[in-house]
């Protein structure tokens, strides 16, 4: 029998339509849960659009905004434990701060400090990552360690629909159904890569289904459905507790430019960015808790504000923190300094020259 | 001539390359439709078509290795990597088939093609977008790695580089894309791999460098020439692989004192290579230590201390005094 490409049918799990109407029956999520994961995407949004801000004021350097991508990113973390551990990329600030990454530790990355690489002192969140698919091999390593060690702790490789190219990718999902690991590779395929629309990176019609080729559950949700993420994510973390590794794709969209040095309207038009505006995450959620009674725009104009105020407090923070210093670059390479090291270190003081 | 960019200059001789021989073809991220991050190959899939410039998947080892395979079946690919420091991705297929397809044939097959990456800090990047790795594939034997530093270099280079006919690693100063212009002729004009350029005759020290620290240790001697009477040579390598010798040589017999300059880390690097190279052919003409002033042996630092952790004109200053100081 041969097996054609594109056969299998991929059905793309959505609870909330574009208008925030539900199209299925409701997954048990409580309220409190509800205002949890809007209030986590309008922070995300909050931060998202100082960063901006910032960055063109040249106080922060560059910056890969989320914009459009909050509910993919709240709702896969959202569902972690605590003991999980997440492995990011350069986009996944939305994701890291319900994971216990403090807004100041992004802005600090994003000054070039040092201390900016530090997540992983107070959250189980691995350093961003800016090789593309390299974390995912990390996440299965990670799986490993808690498998060997009899962890009940799942490992949760963040990438985006360009990063499935990559060897490191295909070679995880490998792994992680040859040993069965407690694995979740969470795909953000927000359409673009950079300039690479996601048609010209894979022949595949969707990413969700790679999972097959690995002996791997697979799985396509809608990315800018927040209880559809949520849910689905629970699902995709009780089966990775057991042993059975799972993809998850979220199909969502780059609403901005893939960084602040990028200028979009070079490779895609306007219409297409404005048809998913109509999409936007925030929108369809709040939408949804206005019918349900429990939200209203008093509400939502005062949850902004107290998002502003959060992320001008973590700013002041990070611009209250000293500069990294040239010296402490070299603590940082081996547990004890090599004796060129140790020259290097004390030859600051006289512009690198051994004396 | 045409006063033009180095990024400008790239692009037209990419273009030129392609109109000239119709088996020349780019691959690489975002080098289409956007014409490459940095735009060195802004309008080439215009005229050439997306068959001729490509835009690949994310994937560094299948474009240098695709390359690989189109250059021993008949194509010139041109392929590029985004950042150097992301062709860790590619490490086997630059250094392990690449390199030596022609000597693991014994002449057989030959690999034609060039690997363009822009290279080198003091640009406020992310993790992994400055570093300079030419030290990783001067140490591998088979390919050639040449480094130009003004447009009119960048032309010449790269066009014998398309048509040279083993693999070749050209690296592209991110620092001085758009830094300056300067004349560059239009017409065809090719600048011999393996040969440096003496960018000043000097006769009290030698300093050699390449690439991205050119344009300032021409400053940093300007400088010192203006309030001291010291006559300096700075020879521009412009490739490391080959090295060229005899000019590097002919140099240190001459003045007696060098200071090696480059952005790659210290240990193992071009500067060490350079250095025994004197010591072995020149060590009785020198009156003084060889002094490399060099990125320090760790991994390229965060934006806010690069500067420092940068050859900067401090740095290659004082180190131009220690080596006078014998
Ligand atoms: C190994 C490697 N190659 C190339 C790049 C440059 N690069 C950074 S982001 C990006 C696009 C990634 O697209 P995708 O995986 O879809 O993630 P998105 O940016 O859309 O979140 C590329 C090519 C890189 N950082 N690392
Ligand atoms: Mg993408």
């Known amino acids: ?355 | 001539m045409t006063s033009m960019t180095m990024i400008e200059a790239i692009n037209l001789t990419l273009r030129k390359e392609m109109e000239r021989d119709n088996k020349v073809v780019c691959l690489g991220e975002d080098i289409g439709k956007n014409g490459g991050v940095f735009r060195a190959t802004d309008g080439l899939q215009a005229v050439f078509g997306e068959e001729r410039v490509v835009d690949t998947p994310i994937a560094e080892s299948a474009i240098v290795g695709a390359a690989v395979g189109m250059a021993t079946r008949g194509l010139r690919p041109v392929a590029e990597i985004q950042f150097l420091g992301f062709i860790y991705e590619a490490m086997d297929q630059m250094a392990a088939q690449a390199a030596r397809i022609r000597f693991r044939s014994a002449g057989t097959l030959n690999a034609p093609m060039v690997v363009r990456a822009p290279f080198g800090g003091g640009v406020r990047t992310p993790e992994l977008h400055s570093d300079s790795l030419e030290g990783l594939f001067l140490h591998s034997p088979g390919l050639k790695v040449v480094m130009p530093s003004s447009p009119y270099d960048a032309k010449g280079l790269l066009a014998a580089a398309i048509r040279d006919n083993d693999p070749v690693l050209f690296l592209e100063p991110m620092k001085l894309y758009r830094a300056f212009k300067e004349d560059v002729p239009e017409e065809d004009y090719l600048l011999e791999l393996g040969k440096a350029h003496v960018l000043k005759e000097g006769e009290d020290l030698t300093i050699i460098t390449y690439g991205p620290t050119v344009p300032l240790v021409k400053n940093v001697v300007e400088q010192i020439e203006k309030t001291q009477n010291l006559s300096i040579e700075i020879i521009d390598l412009r490739t490391i692989t080959p090295i060229d010798e005899e000019t590097i040589l002919a140099s240190v017999q001459k003045t007696g004192r060098a200071v090696i300059v480059h952005e790659a880390v210290k240990t193992g690097g071009p500067g060490a290579e350079i250095s025994a190279l004197i010591n072995e052919k020149a060590l009785f003409h020198l009156t003084a230590p060889i002094i490399r002033v060099t990125g320090f042996d760790t991994p390229y630092p965060v934006p806010s201390v690069e500067d420092d952790w940068l050859p900067n004109a401090t740095r290659i200053g004082e180190g131009i005094k220690e080596v006078l100081s014998h």
């Not at chain 1, 434990?81 to 216990?100: I, T």
């Not at chain 1, 629909?161 to 969470?186: C, I, M, R, W």
Request: charged letters at 25%; aromatic letters at 10%.
């Open chain 1, 1 to 355: 029998m041969w097996i054609e490409p594109n056969e299998t049918e991929v059905n793309r799990v959505q609870v909330l339509n574009e208008t925030g109407k539900l199209v299925r029956t409701y997954p048990q999520i409580c309220d409190e849960e509800l205002l949890g994961l809007y209030k986590w995407m309008v922070q995300a949004r909050t931060f998202d659009q100082r960063a901006l801000k910032l960055q063109r004021q040249g106080r922060i350097g560059t910056y890969a905004p989320m914009i459009g991508q909050e509910a993919a990113q709240i709702g896969s973390a959202f569902a972690l434990k605590e003991q999980d551990w997440m492995y990011p990329s350069y986009r996944e600030v939305g994701a890291s701060l319900v994971h216990g990454v403090s807004m100041e530790n992004f802005f600090l990355y994003t000054m070039g400090n040092l201390q900016g690489g530090t997540s992983a002192k107070n959250a189980n969140v691995f350093p961003v990552q800016i090789i593309i698919g390299a974390q995912c091999l990390h996440a299965v390593g990670g799986a490993w360690a808690s498998k060997l060690q009899h962890e009940n702790s799942v490992s949760v490789a963040y990438i985006g629909d360009g990063g499935t190219s990559q060897g490191d990718f295909h070679e995880a999902l490998n792994f992680a159904g040859v040993y069965k690991l407690p694995v979740v590779f969470f795909v953000q395929n927000n359409h673009w890569a950079i300039s690479v629309p996601r048609s010209k990176q894979t022949a595949s019609s969707t990413i969700a289904q790679k999972a097959a080729a690995y002996g791997i559950t697979g799985i396509q949700v809608d990315g800018n459905d927040v209880l559809a993420v949520y849910s689905t994510m629970q699902e995709a973390l009780k089966r990775a507790r057991e042993g059975k590794p799972v993809l998850v794709e979220a199909v969502t969209y780059r609403q901005g430019p893939h960084t602040t040095a990028d200028d979009p309207t070079k490779y895609r038009q306007n219409t297409e960015v404005e048809s998913w505006l109509e999409k936007d995450p925030l929108k369809r959620m709040k939408a949804f808790m206005i019918d349900r009674n429990i939200w209203d725009e008093e509400l939502d104009q005062k949850e902004f504000e107290i998002a502003n105020e959060k992320v001008t407090k973590a700013f002041q923070l990070a611009e209250n923190t000293p500069n990294s210093k040239t010296e402490e670059v070299f603590d940082f390479v081996f547990e004890q300094k090599t004796k060129q090291l140790q020259e290097q270190k004390s030859s600051i003081g006289t512009e690198g020259v051994l004396k």
